[in-house]
């Protein structure tokens, strides 16, 4: 504390040291001020009982197009694994969004390839384009891309250890 209060010193502020308080004290004071037209939390939610949604085999062969996102900062790998994903969900026509222009400009063939890990990557890219009747590939800002980014920053914060048994989601 006495470091922290040197280190404040010099920006005219001063630490003062909380009083300690009795629980019931707060609970008074939070009562005596409570508001009349309150109302308790509702914790409904609708549609609770599902517990995934699937598309059906009409939906997948249909011809829509579906969408996917993939953080490139978050793992250079993650177009890969979405394009495994969608092969494997039997999905033929795909649009690809991410936020590494170098990865989507590559791909479309409007970048040379020149580093050798890139090499490779793409080389297993293109292989996997060959399983859509139709794929492309979209640049979106990182600003654009935040849905893509949330979910990365989600995935990286989960400790998943080899004995448990990890259910895929459909």
């Not at 001020?33 to 085999?57: G, I, K, Q, T």
């Not at 990865?103 to 399983?131: A, C, F, H």
Request: hydrophobic letters at 45%.
């Amino acid at each position: 504390m006495a470091r922290w209060q040197i280190l404040l010193s010099e920006f005219d502020i001063v630490y003062v040291s909380q009083k300690a308080m009795k629980g019931s004290t707060i609970a008074e004071f939070l009562a005596s001020r409570a508001l009349e037209d309150y109302e308790p939390l509702n914790f409904y939610f609708p549609n609770e009982e599902l517990m995934y949604v699937a598309a059906n085999e009409e939906d997948v062969t249909n011809g829509h197009p579906w969408k996917l996102n993939f953080d490139g900062a978050s793992n250079a790998v993650a177009c890969i694994m979405g394009l495994r994903a969608a092969i494997e969900c039997k999905i033929k026509v795909l649009e690809v969004y991410g936020d590494s222009a170098l990865v989507i400009y590559q791909l479309r063939g409007e970048l040379e390839t020149r580093d050798s890990k890139l090499i490779n990557y793409r080389g297993i890219m293109l292989g996997l384009i060959e399983e859509f009747d139709d794929i492309s590939f979209n640049y979106l800002p990182r600003d654009e891309n935040q849905m893509a980014d949330a979910l990365a920053t989600l995935a990286s914060m989960i400790n998943v250890s080899k004995q448990e048994d990890v259910k895929p989601f459909r």
